[in-house]
């Protein structure tokens, strides 16, 4: 955040925001920490562009700006791929033919590959990292902050949130 306050300090804001109409109000899709670097400096204006988008699109959108930030968490990256997932699942579901009637595994198959394919990683790796969602918000910190590898995370994510614990407290116990 510090560099982008001086960058944008020296050199104005680079790249305008994109933005969607949402009602009667308009709704930030990407540019969240230009426009918290240009409050923290003052500025109360910045170049915006406003786009006409489905609640989906705005979703698959800003994960694929927030993805492609240089230093992404685990974390983070887990919680986008997630939300990219389900929007583009809601996006796809055909509501003119029941739930009965559309194959719910062929769909979150390709929407995974979708996902990947959209990020430049395998749809296993979409995958793993969803499985991150599953961790406890203690053992998700952990991960972000190399304590935990990624791999070992994953395996974890499939312990219940009690088993996760108990896990954490034996980790503190035996340090």
């Known amino acids: 955040m510090k560099n982008l306050m001086q960058s944008i300090a020296q050199s104005g804001v680079l790249v305008p925001c ?11 899709i990407s540019g969240h920490r230009r426009k918290a670097a240009c409050k923290a400096l003052g500025i109360s204006t910045l170049p915006v562009i406003v786009k006409d988008m489905t609640r ?3 979703i698959i959108t800003m994960v694929d700006s927030n993805v492609q930030r240089e230093h992404i968490l685990p974390s983070e990256k887990a919680m986008a791929y997630k939300m990219k997932l389900d929007a583009i699942k809601h996006q796809g579901a055909r509501t003119d033919l029941g739930k009965e009637s559309t194959s719910t595994q062929v769909a979150q198959k390709l929407s995974v590959e979708k996902v990947g394919d959209d990020d430049g990683v395998s749809k296993d790796t979409v995958r793993r990292y969803i499985r991150l969602t599953n961790l406890t918000p203690e053992l998700q910190d952990m991960v972000d902050d190399k304590k ?3 791999n070992p995370a994953v395996e974890l994510s499939y312990l219940k949130p009690e088993e996760q614990d108990m896990f954490l407290e034996a980790m503190e116990t035996a340090q």
């Open 148 to 150: 935990i590898s990624f």
């Open 56 to 58: 989906e699109e705005a």
């Open 18 to 28: 994109l933005a969607r109409q949402n009602g009667e109000r308009y709704e930030l």
